[in-house]
């Protein structure tokens, strides 16, 4: 079955570049997100890619897909204390009955100021 | 703006208790999931609808069941809930059409059983 992996912690000094990991085994992904969790609050869409494509750019956000390694990346420029929070990489296929996604175990990032 | 609810944040019930945690969504969205999210594991699908009375099991069903009688509402019933229950619940919808399969989220349920 298919399987989301990432490293569970990350700590960052305010103003450094964050980058969070992932790997994935499903070859058949067509998107991958990031998701994000702030304390208390349920998931927020913070970016995706289409799996033909290999980088994503948004404000302070690069997605780098490599696709023949099944590996994901975030980086988040000028990482803010806001930034602090729970990532969660996912992936879904065309296949995929309802639209299911598969999620890693989530990094927490400490932003220190 | 979308909006998912979930009854309560948090919750205490006692070995064996049935309990039902709703979750209401208010954007016509076919598809509602239930997950539940334990530290180091992610969240981890437990059933989901794509449609009324429809309903699929996830990866980690046993123990739970759900209902879908109207579209906007999904609940998840513990019929005897047990202590390796204990965790966060989270609901999250999605609308079929929906290109790239944005799923919407609830704040989440904590729920602690004794």
């Known amino acids: 079955g298919e399987d989301v992996e990432q490293s569970l912690f990350l700590s960052v000094r305010e103003g450094d570049s964050s980058v969070i990991n992932c790997t994935y085994t499903?070859?058949?992904?067509?998107?991958l997100y990031w998701y994000k969790q702030e304390p208390g609050a349920g998931l927020q869409l913070l970016t995706y890619?289409?799996?033909?494509?290999d980088m994503k750019q948004d404000q302070r956000l690069t997605v780098l897909l490599n696709k023949k390694d099944k590996h994901l990346s975030l980086r988040i420029a000028d990482t803010q204390t806001g930034d602090s929070a729970i990532y969660f990489c996912?992936?879904?296929?065309?296949?995929?009955?309802?639209?299911?996604?598969?999620f890693g175990g989530g990094t927490r990032v400490l932003v220190k100021p | 703006d979308v909006k998912v609810t979930q009854s309560s944040r948090y919750l205490v019930k006692r070995t064996g208790e049935k309990v039902f945690l709703e979750c209401v969504q208010d954007?016509?969205?076919?598809?509602m999931f239930w997950y539940r999210q334990d530290p180091g594991l992610g969240l981890r699908l437990i059933y989901f609808s794509y449609d009324v009375k429809m309903k699929e099991k996830g990866d980690i069903p046993e123990g739970y069941s759900v209902s879908r009688e109207k579209k906007e509402r999904f609940s998840l019933i513990l019929e005897s809930a047990s202590t390796n229950q204990t965790s966060m619940y989270l609901c999250?919808?999605?609308?079929?059409?929906?290109?790239?399969?944005?799923?919407?989220f609830g704040p989440g349920t904590r729920l602690t059983v004794l």
């Open positions: 996912a992936e879904s296929h065309a296949k995929a009955a309802g639209n299911k996604l598969t």
């Open positions: 954007m016509d969205h076919e598809n």
């Open positions: 999250a919808s999605s609308h079929q059409g929906n290109s790239y399969n944005e799923q919407f």
């Open positions: 890619i289409f799996s033909n494509m």
């Open positions: 499903d070859s058949s992904s067509t998107y």
